[in-house]
């Protein structure tokens, strides 16, 4: 009998968290923004999520479940390591202090929309990168970095900000026209 | 509605997160304001860019063996759970056993350490073993002592012809000797199926590792090793090794097959 459980548990792990492994390696990977780590904090993230599998309600999002796993678990190994970041007021600061909102050119590369993602300060890249890139509704960012909504809908809206701005840099670089406006935000 | 105001919410719009009155009034501006319907649109592109960026980027692509690794190693940890048996048998059992193995795990945590090491020392002369023994030297084997017939018969018996019924006859022994590397020496039955080479590998002459330190009872470690798949697991006493140049996959069940056995 119990192994009759132990394999419906595991058929269903398969089946409903299984298929989000490359999703959750993909954030872990700009959490981390390196390879090994991105891996350890994946491989770490559904060890825990097989264990807490009884905690997971068949027919919810699965996706945001690991999500949230993964979040945890990278607390938790950030306080080991000593390497918590709290909010950096510097960074909010900068962000608030973006005088233009330049329109974003065409022309730019897959390379060079990674590289101006990089200079995201993270705070504001990890939301941007669960709402507008993996999809999820401002609630679910909210649950995942256990934050309040208000905190989500500003670092977001700075972190697209400063997209653009960094994105609008790239092209001039490249002599491209860019058209500045100021003070329309 | 004005400009600036759309702006301030144009990213929440296109997120479908803006109320439904809001969403209104916003529609109303954009019938009308030609340069807003562009601020959206290139706000719109840029989000569409990021995603297949990010998504297109081979830095955020999971490496497939490491996929595959993870996954034979999660459906091995949900195998041997007991989790199920704990939960069944109520607390308060749960709550000695957790008594039991917390004075078990102080009493054994300065040697849980060493016993590690000398696991991870074992693995990688096993892997060395197989290499020199099976591999490299086919034809001469490094043999320090022949196994004893009757233990000879006894892995026949015992293993062999289990390996054979699951295998369909294809798995030959090729050796049977014990081999010595850095001092240590190991039982080492040298198999053969297909075009595979298989090392089936039990160090016997150390002090046994009190092997539940380190793994569940019976939970198989897997990992590559170079050209090799390596994958072990606590027997009676010490640690087993299973090495080949198989797949993954392929060398855990073997390894598996060899563990399910009853005299291992």
Known sequence: MFGFEKKQNWDQFEQEAMPHMADVYRVAYW?????????????????????????????TNCKAWLMTIMYHTNSKRLKKLNRLQ?????????????????????NLTDVDVIAAMKKVPKNFAEVVVLADVEGFAYKE????????IGTV????????????????????????????????? | MNCKEFRGIADTYLSDELLVE???????????????RGELASRRDVRSRLRSAIIADEKTKIDPMFANRLRINLKEESR???????????????GVAVLILSTFAILNFQKSGSDLATWRKLSNEAIVTHKECAIEHNEDWQTSAMIPSSEKSKF???????????????????????????????????????????????????????????????????????????????????PLFVISDMSEAENVNLARSIRNLPNI
């Not at chain 2, 809001?22 to 807003?36: A, F, G, P």
């Not at chain 2, 041997?80 to 749960?94: D, Q």
């Open chain 1, 86 to 106: 709290l909010v950096n007021d510097t960074e909010e600061r900068i962000a608030e202090t973006i005088a233009f909102e330049p329109s974003v050119p065409q």
């Open chain 2, 156 to 238: 026949r018996d015992e293993i062999l012809v289990p390996l054979k019924v699951k295998y369909n006859e294809d798995v030959d022994v090729m050796d049977m000797h014990e081999c010595e590397f850095h001092g240590k020496t190991y039982k080492h039955y040298v198999l053969k199926s297909g075009k595979h080479t298989i090392s089936f590998l039990r160090n016997e002459t150390d002090a046994p590792i009190n092997t539940k330190t380190i793994l569940e009872a019976g939970k198989i470690v897997s990992e590559p090793r170079g050209d090799f798949q390596l994958a072990s697991f606590a027997g009676s006493g010490n």
């Open chain 1, 153 to 185: 809908m500003s670092r977001l809206s700075r972190g697209r900000k400063v997209l653009r701005i960094e994105l609008s840099e790239y092209a001039r670089n490249y002599g491209f026209d860019v058209d500045q406006k100021a003070g329309e935000m």
């Open chain 1, 141 to 148: 960012v909210s649950a995942i970095l256990n934050i309040p």
């Open chain 1, 31 to 59: 959490l981390t923004r390196n390879q090994t780590e991105a891996e350890d904090l994946t491989q770490e993230t559904f060890s825990q999520a097989l264990k807490s599998f009884h905690n997971y309600e068949l027919g």
């Open chain 2, 80 to 94: 041997e759970k007991s989790f199920f048996t704990i939960r069944n048998l109520g607390l308060s059992f749960a």
């Open chain 2, 22 to 36: 809001t969403n209104h009034d916003v529609h109303s501006h954009l019938e009308h304001c030609r340069e807003c």
